[in-house]
């Protein structure tokens, strides 16, 4: 907005040059299409839809720049040159803030730098080491971090591991993960692991709705509960933790945001325990946005100034860098060199050489199903949209038009009537709890948010993301993991690819359904219902309410 001569609405930050034109379905033909894929809406074509919201998850429209640095994509098989510039951008927004020398990789790349002895000098046999991302001979000798084409699979390596070395050193032994929400495939890869996954986050603040619908400031609801963290550590024992998670923001519990404080905490408590904090971190420039405008002392700070702060307080972490407008591919996992992760996770011999290096196993892992380490399953093109893409999210213009985009949309369902939208908004969805949308009345064995997304796609074509009592498998936990569940449906808003226009139809969709909410169909599982993340994959059938 300028400042000078206000107006009443948003200044606009960006316009679109590349149309998607979309056909005209009927509800017979989504209906017939929605038969003939078990109601499984992973399943459902995306061409029959006029807005899918099913995630933000690699779906971002990619800026000119982004397209114009494919071109710049190196396909060698060996260290390929976005190889450096991506280490380098981590390292710039995680590392040093944004302060100097910001960019100088990329753009040593991108200008076509012809000066030998500078690339050798400063990108190509530059060695970093101490930090998240060794570089050079510290990255051959002591591998920490590991380019992984998406985040479940940087979390499938560091789990696959982390369990052989605890299976090794305590055969049978059952552990606990606890997090402040774990995603639902970091939740299945523990549970592939054998073990279990906790929620520890305050469910009766997420639920709560201020005067008018909005707060002063963002309470940031995705906060780990420590008092509970303390009480499970003592509960379940400190030999039986080998990790802690922190999911930022935290998207199963609603997107919504972690405070710098919360985090400092966690950090503290897992230090003190002597436990590894690992962060599950696939927005964490929303985060740091948030932080930015809501939390004391970091008003004037940059989205990579907070991040570099968020980052110091993590002992590694798993990256889904398909999210925040980063890129449509990309995935990190990392941890601190010679941090508390190495040091429980190495063997080591009596005399305190090193036996085996977890890097090292884990890199081990990554060579045998994901290419070598300079590109971890990525093109050398991915790669430097992924880079381009990471800078891009530290732009304040883009975060601030993108979680206000998102807000719109919450703002629009509490102003329709709809009850349930738990507010404010995350920042990169919009949830609804379904138990409150319908008044109480469906119980957990009807899936009917499930029942909810299905008759959006019949009726309106607009897919969003059941992440309730079906996908978080309410049936299939224990009754302290039931409470932690919280009954959602999720609206993802991708970057840069839906209007006001669209979301306005969402919005008058969401209210029709709302008001007609008593003939929407409940759900009966006919297929895969014990499968490790079913929603995936099972087969459902709708019934009407009065049938059990
Ligand atoms: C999306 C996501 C993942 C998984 O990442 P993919 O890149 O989709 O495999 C993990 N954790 C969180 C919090 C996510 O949002």
Redesign the pocket.
């Known amino acids: 907005m300028s400042e000078k001569y206000p107006l009443n609405v948003p200044t606009p930050t960006h316009f679109t040059y590349v149309v998607k034109d979309l056909p005209k379905v009927t509800v017979e033909e989504r209906e017939k299409a929605l038969k003939a894929t078990h109601y499984n809406e992973f399943a459902f074509p995306s061409g029959l839809l006029t807005i899918d919201m099913l995630s933000d998850?690699g779906t971002t429209a990619m800026t000119n720049t982004q397209w114009a640095s494919l071109f710049l994509g190196d396909e060698a098989y060996g260290r390929n040159t976005g190889y450096y510039v991506l280490l380098d951008t981590f390292r710039d927004i995680f590392e040093r803030g944004g302060e100097k020398n910001w960019k100088k990789t990329l753009d040593l790349v991108r200008t076509d730098c012809r000066d030998v002895e500078k690339m050798m000098n400063e990108v190509y046999l530059c060695e970093y080491e101490g930090g998240l991302f060794n570089g050079g001979a510290a990255q051959m000798e002591r591998p920490n971090s590991f380019i992984i084409q998406?985040?479940?699979?940087a979390?499938s390596v560091l789990m696959e591991i982390v369990k052989n070395i605890l299976t090794e050193r305590h055969p049978g032994k059952v552990f606990t993960i606890p997090s402040n929400g774990h995603?639902d495939?970091?939740e299945g890869n523990i549970k592939q692991m054998g073990s279990i996954p906790r929620n520890l986050y305050n469910k009766k603040l997420l639920y709560e709705i201020p005067e008018g619908g909005k707060y002063d400031k963002n309470p940031f609801k995705g906060n780990m509960d420590l008092e509970k963290l303390e009480e499970l550590i003592n509960g379940v024992g400190v030999q039986n933790v080998p990790l802690i998670f922190m999911?930022i923001t935290n998207?199963t519990v609603c997107g919504q945001p972690v405070s710098m404080a919360n985090i400092r905490e966690v950090n503290k408590i897992a230090h003190k325990y002597n436990i590894p904090l690992i962060f599950?971190v696939?927005r964490w420039a929303e985060n740091s946005y948030f932080i930015k405008m809501n939390e004391e002392g970091y008003e004037d700070k940059s989205i990579a100034e907070i991040a570099s702060e968020m980052f110091s307080y993590c002992d590694g972490f798993c990256m889904?860098a398909?999210?925040d407008g980063h890129a449509n591919m990309g995935?990190m996992l990392a941890f601190r060199d010679k941090g508390l992760f190495w040091q429980k996770f190495s063997d080591f011999n009596e005399d305190g050489s090193m036996k085996m290096d977890v890097g090292v196993r884990l890199k081990v892992k990554q060579i045998s199903c994901y290419g070598n380490d300079s590109y971890g399953g990525m093109s050398g093109h991915d790669i430097m949209a992924l880079a381009v893409g990471l800078y891009e999210s530290c732009d304040f213009n883009y975060m601030d038009s993108r979680v206000k985009q998102v807000e719109y949309l919450a703002q629009g369902f509490f102003k329709a009537g709809v009850k349930g939208v738990v507010l404010p908004a995350g920042g990169h969805a919009v949830y609804i709890n379904m138990d409150e949308f319908f008044d109480g009345k469906r119980g957990h064995d009807t899936f009917a948010g499930q029942g909810f997304s299905l008759e959006l796609i019949r009726r309106y074509g607009i897919r969003v993301a059941e992440l309730g009592d079906f996908s978080m498998e309410y049936d299939l936990k224990t009754p302290e993991q039931q409470a932690e569940l919280a009954n959602v449906v999720r609206f993802a808003i991708d970057r840069s690819r839906l209007s006001q226009e669209h979301l306005d139809y969402v919005i008058a969709a969401v209210k029709a359904l709302y008001e007609d909410r008593e003939s929407i169909p409940n759900m009966r599982i006919l297929w895969g219902k014990n499968l490790p993340m079913r929603h995936f994959h099972a087969f459902l059938e709708p019934y009407k309410n009065e049938e059990k």
Do not use: I, V, Y
């Open positions: 998850s998406q985040g479940r699979a979390e995603f495939t970091t999911c998207n599950d696939a889904s398909k999210k995935g």
